[in-house]
């Protein structure tokens, strides 16, 4: 599966994002799709999945901020992200994987990337 991640970009504190990840050559339903994060200077982290099943999970940080989605019409999953802080800056990669629900937030587990899009949280 090709994954294109997009929807990157400049926004207040505050304000709001939404990441796609268009899948393509493979249906995005037999994958768990994750978004991972990396901030400049640190290791790349994991932020959210939508499981092949239509299970969600959130890391801590954004939790009640950002909402995962999926599109099968559009063989695509979504990144809602309301409330963005400075913390929040770093270019975000959605990943696809076919792990066990319980490890889809370990980054070597994910078997294919897409490129990243840059979010960047300022005034």
Known sequence: VQLQASGGGLVQPGGS??????ASGSNVRTYTITWF???PGKEREFVAAFGWSGNRKYSDPVKGRFTVSRDTAKNSVY???NGLNSEDTAVYYCAATTT???RVTEENV???WGQGTQ???SS
């Open 17 to 22: 994002l939404t990441l796609s990840c268009a």
């Open 79 to 81: 990144l809602q992200m």
């Open 119 to 121: 979010v960047t949280v």
């Open 110 to 112: 994910q078997r294919y």
């Open 37 to 39: 994060r990396q901030a």
């Open 100 to 102: 066990i629900w319980g």
